[in-house]
């Protein structure tokens, strides 16, 4: 057990910033899958909202030249092995390169929602069992190319999921997105959008669709839509510059129905600055309520809200600094963070792979890791409670 934290000032505030530590309170190594001595890669990692239990996606031989898929449910902290089952044949086993989440618990816990090539699986969170399957629709209107799941939103009251399915950004096909009744595996809607979508999040009444765009000529890239028809309400502009261009945008997700919140990517403008700034953003006006920063505020677009949407946590690689990246807690009226995890553990990190992290709901738990080693962290000496936002002034 370790703990890590420094005293930080933000230079322009003049706020003194909780130092905030954490303890390594789990982990796992691929050693510790069953078939790891086929070989063996951690590919996508969720903890439960109650902390008390980690699900893993895997990869791990079954024999010679034969590998599979696989998913498994270790408890927290003792880290033991509950339950596994077989998603998938797997075509290999190699350290894998994670471009999106696959793998998500919902806000109530009980189900876990998996993504794999063109499916999406609901499995019982208790017990692994397969309540739905949900594969591409044989009359999709899609690409030639074989499509594949690009990304996925669960509605905070656990009701509604939205899955965006298609083949690369500038492939010639189009996107699809669906909605679904999550405890029934039901469709209620799917269309096709006008243009290629780079995200989407679901309301947390399943009725609205937040969703950014590839397009880097169009500037209004943030579009707020009905989710059961894909009409177009309103469209924000983030502000977020690539190149010459727009569409510096990582994601645009929900806060409350009225309000959401613009990440930014890791690209620069024309002029070689990167975004300095999470824009908060009134979604029945278009109005920004906040802007989200810190001292030398290095974008990574990686952000995690709370489940009470009280705390926002956002990945901060800081600009002209080697030290490494920090955690930046907000409270998600203020435009500074209340607690700084710098720098975040590197435990995990072989030298060989990048880390990735993996938050909870619950804003003092995250996961950090490689294709072949997890860690767990607990975050401690920051004041998540919501009294503070009340006292900080």
Known sequence: ??????????????????????????????????????????????IAPDGRALAVKFAAGEGRDKAGLFLGLWSLPESKLLLKIRLAASHGITNPVRTMHTLEFSPDGTAIVVAEGSSIYILDAATLKLLHSIGLPTNAQISKYPPFVRTFSVSRNSTTLAILSGDGPYAPGVDLVRVFRLKTGDETAHWNPAEKLKSISISNSGELLLAGTWDPKQPEDVLLMEALTGKTLRRFRSGFAYGQGYSNLSTAVFLEDHK????????????????DHIKLVDSSTGVTLEDLSYDRFGPTGVLAISGDEKIIIALNYPQKRAKGAQLLFYRSARKTPFCVLDPIPVRESDGKNTANISFSLDPTLFAIFTPQNLGVYKVSNCNFSPEESLNSD
């Open 1 to 46: 057990m370790s703990a890590i934290g420094i005293l930080l000032l933000h230079a322009k505030t003049a706020d003194t910033v909780a130092p905030a530590r954490v303890q390594r309170v789990g982990g796992l190594s691929a050693a510790d899958f069953p078939g790891h001595e086929y070989g063996g890669a951690i590919q996508d990692v969720a």
């Open 260 to 275: 959401f919140l613009a990440v930014p990517d890791h690209f620069v403008d024309s002029t070689g600055k990167y975004a």
